[in-house]
C-alpha cells in the first residue's frame, strides 16, 4: 500500500515535465497509474472480504513513537477502488477537454497529487497521519480550485 502511495505521488511530480515531453493524450499515459491502482486494490478485496484486512505501519517520527500506518478494510477498499477508478476517468476527460491548454501538465498535477492525498486519507489507520492527510488534500483542493486563476 505504501508504494502505491509513493507511486501516486511521485506521478503527481512528474506530470508537468511528461506533459512537456509528451504533448498528446498525456492523460491517457498517466490514467495508467490510477488505473494500475485500481485493479491492485481490487486485487486485495478477496482477502479483506475474507476478514484478513492489510496492515502497514513504519516509523515515521521514532521520537515522539509516531508511526505512518496504513490500513485497508472494506470501506477503504471502497473509497480507494472509488478514488483509483474515478480518477483515471478524470486524468482521461481533463486531457481531452483541456487539450491544448499551456498549463496542463500543472493541472495534471494537482489532479495526482489530489489523488494521491486522498488515497492517503482513506487508508490512513492513526489521527497524524489521518490529519497530515487531511490536509494535504485541503492544499491540493486549492491549488485545483485556483488553477484558473486569472
Known sequence: MEFALLAAFGSAFAAPPLT???????????????????F?????????????????SHDW????????????DGLSALFALLITGIGALVLIYAG????????L???Y????FFLASMLG?????NLFVLFVFWELTSISSY?????EHE
Open 143 to 147: 491549488f485545483l480550485i485556483a488553477f
Open 105 to 107: 501538465g500543472r493541472f
Open 109 to 112: 498535477g494537482f489532479l495526482l
Open 40 to 56: 491492485y486494490f481490487l486485487s486485495q478485496l478477496g482477502d479483506v472480504a475474507d476478514g484478513r484486512p492489510l496492515s502497514v
Open 61 to 72: 517520527v521514532p521520537a515522539v513513537g509516531v508511526e505512518l500506518s496504513l490500513y485497508l
Open 96 to 103: 481531452e477537454y483541456l487539450a491544448g491548454h499551456r498549463d
Open 20 to 38: 512537456k515531453i509528451i504533448p498528446v493524450r498525456t492523460g491517457w499515459i498517466l490514467a495508467l497509474l490510477p488505473a494500475a491502482l485500481f
Open 121 to 125: 486519507l482513506v487508508l490512513a489507520d
